[in-house]
């Protein structure tokens, strides 16, 4: 029984490890990858280089399976409109967050205080920049512009609210897909 609960805590530790390397590489900027310093990818994350053709150790450490992963996963959410901003990064990885503790703390806010925190404290953002991102006006009801395509709001609640912006559940009008959109993004 006793290894049991040894060999639990130990997979928490490999779990909380494996995340944080996830959320930490999925935050980090192109330009500050390892991959990008040894021109492996380019300041869009595009492969410039195949992976059986690195040489070095820094070479292989920079573009591991885990970092290839991740690059494809953060290449896809950048054709998301509002994901390819900074804030629009850190909330996808507060959102991957919340979705996976939600149910392991009692004060859902605990979540986001302590990414806010962690972002701020290891300098990827100030709160001057957190705080301009908050709007807390409420969204109408009617048809917008969304890069280009039209969406149409129904619902004017939101959904959830992530580092301080409300997020609305819209409808876009060509495909008839659910669309999650800040008001920021709506014209």
Known sequence: MESTRENLAENRAVDLFVAYRFLRILTTPWEDQEAFSHGIIDKDGKLLRKHNTLRTEAEKASFTLLHRLIFNLKRLLHKIPGVRTKLGTYA?????LKQHFAGQVEDE??????????????????????????????????????????????NTQPVDRILGQNIY???????SGEVYVTREHLR
């Open 92 to 96: 996808t990885a507060l959102f991957l």
């Open 109 to 154: 806010h605990t979540i986001e205080r302590t990414f806010r925190n962690w972002l701020v404290d290891n300098g990827y953002t100030t709160e001057e920049e957190l705080d301009e991102a908050v709007d807390n006006d409420q969204l109408t009801k009617g048809r917008y512009k969304l890069h280009g395509e039209s969406v149409v709001v129904y």
């Open 169 to 175: 559940q819209a409808v876009h009008q060509d495909s």
